[in-house]
């Protein structure tokens, strides 16, 4: 981030603005599919309520929604991702699915605040592998930003304190979090060698999906869907996953993996608000002081240079 900021300082002023406006769209990319993500969370909690399994919910979502990328990636052209990029392009496809299982699995095992809360300590291990590689530490900035995120996080989804957390339950919360980092990390370094957005997560998606074989074929999958479940299934494959996670993965082009994290950190702020509107499930003062704090954390993203 540091670096791209670096370069734009040294620009002339129509590159400085063309840049800018590129980071604009990035931010406003992330944070619509943080938006999405944060709206499946009702959705996936309706399903669960009827007895559907979190596998199949992960592995139907993956498939359909990789398969309806497929034909805009085709539209686009240069859906096939390079002999070179095979290798990254199989392992991002194992990590998108990771993301899912090991989420759903922290859920059943710990409850969904421990869950939320494990899993956004993603960023931390993004910007720790950034400043790794760079061999230097992020900007104070995002380092104030990740502090106060993660803080408000805690404050949002373990607001009694106290919380007791199982063994398997903070087993599954970890590799969630990995898994997050990971999949940004491998997304991003795609992008920046040329592969597109679009092609990238059907291919992903659609190969995730298979690793769910074992368990259940894809259609077996399709064939056990309950007709009253269709439309939730079909909500969660198309407006949680295929749009999102492309926006997500197009944003990477032009945002650190650490900033993106911290914006898409609005995914607990609107499903705690969509819980107690939608749901019933009010908020407490503490609650609604961590949903502040991340607002605040992302509004510290943005602006950072």
Not at 126 to 150: F, G, H, K, S, T
């Amino acid at each position: 981030m540091s670096n791209t900021f670096a370069r734009l300082s040294a620009a002339p002023p129509l590159d400085r603005s063309a840049l800018h406006s590129r980071h604009g769209k990035a931010v406003a990319q992330v944070l619509a599919a943080a938006a999405l993500w944060g709206i499946s969370g009702v959705v996936a909690r309706s399903l669960f309520q009827r007895a559907v399994e979190p596998t199949h919910l992960v592995q139907v979502r993956m498939l359909l929604g990789g398969l309806a990328l497929l034909p805009v990636a085709l539209a686009r052209g240069g859906a096939r991702p390079s002999i070179q990029a095979l290798p990254r392009v199989l392992a991002y496809a194992l990590v998108l699915a990771a993301v899912q299982l090991t989420y759903f699995e922290a859920i059943a095992a710990a409850g969904v605040a421990v869950a939320i809360f494990l899993q956004y300590t993603a960023p931390l291990l993004v910007a720790a592998w950034e400043a790794a590689r760079a061999r230097r530490l992020p900007p104070a900035p995002i380092l104030i930003a990740q502090i106060v995120a993660i803080a408000g996080s805690a404050l949002l989804v373990l607001p009694g304190g106290g919380v007791r957390v199982p063994l398997v339950g903070l087993a599954w919360g970890l590799a969630s979090a990995f898994s997050f980092a990971g999949a940004t990390i491998i997304g991003g370094s795609l992008l920046r060698r040329g592969t597109r957005a679009t092609p990238l997560l059907a291919v992903g998606l659609t190969l995730g999906s298979l690793a769910f074989v074992p368990v259940r074929t894809p259609w077996h999958a399709l064939a056990t869907i309950a007709a009253p479940d269709w439309p939730y299934f079909l909500y969660v494959a198309l407006l949680a996953t295929a749009l999102p996670f492309t926006l997500y993965a197009a944003a990477l082009a032009s945002l650190s993996g650490s900033v993106a994290m911290l914006l898409a950190m609005l995914e607990p702020v609107l499903a705690a608000a969509l819980a107690w509107t939608v749901l019933g499930e009010a908020l407490a003062p503490m609650q609604l002081a961590g949903g502040a704090l991340i607002l605040c954390a992302i509004a510290l993203a943005v602006r950072a240079r």
